[in-house]
């Protein structure tokens, strides 16, 4: 028996690289070559660029009178929000003026302090700080600023629309649009080209069909996702945001009848399958959380 054979410290080195192994997403197993972190400007703006960091990432603008950034991405990563503070310098001397929390969930906004000492003005929707503040986290400081539906921030140039549209995913999210560039920024709601997973512990599904629906309206090309869009890190299309609008509503229309029949929670989560996204990266995964959200609506009306 091989097992007993090892010693504490094998076990040990197992154990540890078992861990890298499972700490390793399928959107990052997919690009090897890519860095931990890495700045890359938005083809044809002036000065959009995207800054990820593993498999979070964020938007920032570069106006000749200073810098609008977003999210700091560093949760579980002290260093990280200082690092993506470090990435904006090597492209320009401009002060960060501003930073917008796109929502109130750590793993998008945790390391804010960075942005903080660095002089930024710190701005979310007001729900977000009421959240953060019952949380309490020190790497994320609060607001400075609240949106209640929303604010526009014009700097040198570029026009930053910050929009509250309602329930999606989480009760504290703002859309931001750059209406010149034809972008927006959305984080979690509309995954470009996957399958949802554990955003769906904060999701309120229904009002995420409308919310989708709204964007749809909207006049834009392509969005930024607060996870790299597969494949290759890509940017969406409204063709990617219609997509995800289906496959929602082909999860809600698949557990319905499971739901209003008595199966949520066990057996409705063990029946409930999406066939048509099985090849769609983060399927394994995310399939139990869809389940499980999709219980929580047709099984218990929440
Ligand atoms: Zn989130």
């Given amino acids: 028996m091989l097992r007993t054979h090892l010693t504490g410290l094998a076990a040990a080195t197992i154990a540890a690289a078992s861990v890298a192994i499972s700490a390793t997403t399928p959107a990052a197993a997919q690009q090897p070559q ?17 800054f990820r960091n593993q498999n979070h990432q964020a938007m920032f603008i570069v106006t000749k009178d200073g810098v609008i950034a977003t999210d700091p991405v560093a949760y579980g990563r002290p ?57 309490g986290d020190p790497n994320t400081p609060l607001p400075d600023q609240t949106v209640g539906k929303s604010k526009t921030i014009k700097l040198g140039g570029t026009t930053l629309e910050l929009k509250y549209m309602g329930l999606h995913h989480s009760d504290s999210q703002l859309l ?17 080209g996957s399958v ?10 229904l009002e995420s069909e409308q919310f989708i629906k709204n964007v749809l309206q909207m006049d834009w090309e392509r969005l930024i996702p607060g996870h790299p869009g597969a494949p290759n890190g890509r940017l969406g299309t409204k063709q990617d945001a219609q997509d995800q609008l289906e496959l929602l509503q082909a999860a809600s229309a698949e557990m319905k009848p ?16 999406l066939a048509k996204y ?25």
């Fill in 258 to 273: 499971l739901g209003l029949s008595g199966k949520c929670w066990d057996e409705g989560e063990k029946e409930f399958k």
């Fill in 176 to 192: 931001m649009y750059l209406p010149k560039e034809k972008i927006i920024f959305v984080v979690d709601t509309i995954p470009v």
């Fill in 34 to 50: 890519r860095p931990a972190i890495e700045t890359t400007k938005v083809e044809g703006t002036e000065g959009v660029y995207i």
């Fill in 79 to 135: 260093t990280g929000g200082q690092a993506y503070v470090d990435a904006i310098k090597k492209v320009t001397d401009k002060p960060i003026k501003y930073l917008i929390y796109s929502h109130h969930h750590y793993d998008h906004i945790q390391g804010g302090k960075a942005f903080k000492d660095a002089g930024a003005t710190i701005i979310a929707h007001k729900r977000a700080k009421e959240r953060l503040a019952q949380l």
């Fill in 196 to 205: 949802p997973g554990r955003g769906m512990i904060d999701f309120y599904p």
């Fill in 278 to 302: 099985a090849s769609w990266p983060g399927y394994q995964n995310g399939l139990q959380f869809i389940a499980r959200r999709y219980c929580g609506l047709w099984g218990r009306g929440t």
